[in-house]
């Protein structure tokens, strides 16, 4: 099994919806990462988390909310989902420590129609 | 801020060839730096990385060293195979390793 696992892997929706993807790791890091990949752009940072009570916002979060709910589990929600955000999405987990590399899951794929 | 640079692609080479793909990054303080490497239909995964300066990072042939003169750590391979093909991507984590930051990315077809 993998190391971090993302669910759904792919998702159509309609704009509007309310979309949840889920990531769970076993690695038993504390810190973890919700990235979005767009073609040209590279990777994005949507939110981070360094514990279950700290979130923190990234580079673009208007449009996203994300919940830790436990140490091992980190999901990222669209409230009402746009075109714009068709996507693919990564979740990562990281160790403490500036060498630290990430972890990454296989990757969401999302569209809005 | 910190920020990555790397070339642009799409990068297309014949099996055998030599590689660089050029990356440059401004940061503050002391970065670690990062190649990672995303195979098509999957998630990334670390290539190397190198903490200091004048580290060199290797894995798999390919190589990067941590140039804090030059702020680049450019990846080399010597002779590259089909199986190389994907997109690499240069990254660095700031100094408290709280942060990481991307290049665009760069795809890699290398043709047999």
């Known amino acids: 099994d993998a190391d971090v696992t993302q669910t759904p892997r792919n998702r159509i929706t309609k704009t509007g919806k309310r979309i949840m993807l889920e990531c769970s790791q076993t690695?038993?890091?504390?810190?973890m990462y919700w990235y979005r990949q767009d073609p040209g752009l590279g990777l994005r940072l949507i939110y981070y988390?360094?514990?279950?009570?700290?979130?923190n916002k990234g580079e673009i979060s208007d449009g996203y909310s994300v919940s830790r709910q436990a140490q091992a589990k980190f999901s990222l929600s669209l409230e009402s989902a746009i075109p714009n955000q068709t996507a693919l999405y990564f979740c990562a987990t990281s160790d403490t420590g500036r060498s630290g590399e990430l972890f990454f899951g296989e990757g969401s794929r999302l569209t809005v129609l | 801020g910190n920020s990555v640079t790397q070339m642009e692609g799409p990068v297309t080479l014949s099996e055998e060839a030599f590689l660089t793909i050029n990356c440059t990054y401004t940061a503050t303080g002391y970065p670690s730096l990062f190649w990672y490497v995303q195979y098509p239909g999957e998630g990334l995964q670390l290539l190397l990385k190198?903490?200091?300066?004048?580290d060199k990072g290797s894995n798999k042939g390919f190589e990067a060293t941590y140039r804090k003169e030059t702020t680049s750590f450019h990846l080399e391979k010597g002779s590259v195979q089909v199986s190389d093909s994907a997109v690499y991507f240069c990254?660095?984590?700031?100094?408290?390793?709280?942060?990481?930051?991307f290049g665009t990315g760069t795809s890699l077809t290398v043709i047999p």
């Open positions: 988390s360094f514990d279950v009570k700290d979130i």
């Open positions: 690695k038993g890091h504390d810190r």
């Open positions: 990254a660095l984590s700031d100094q408290a390793g709280n942060q990481f930051y």
């Open positions: 190198a903490t200091k300066a004048d």
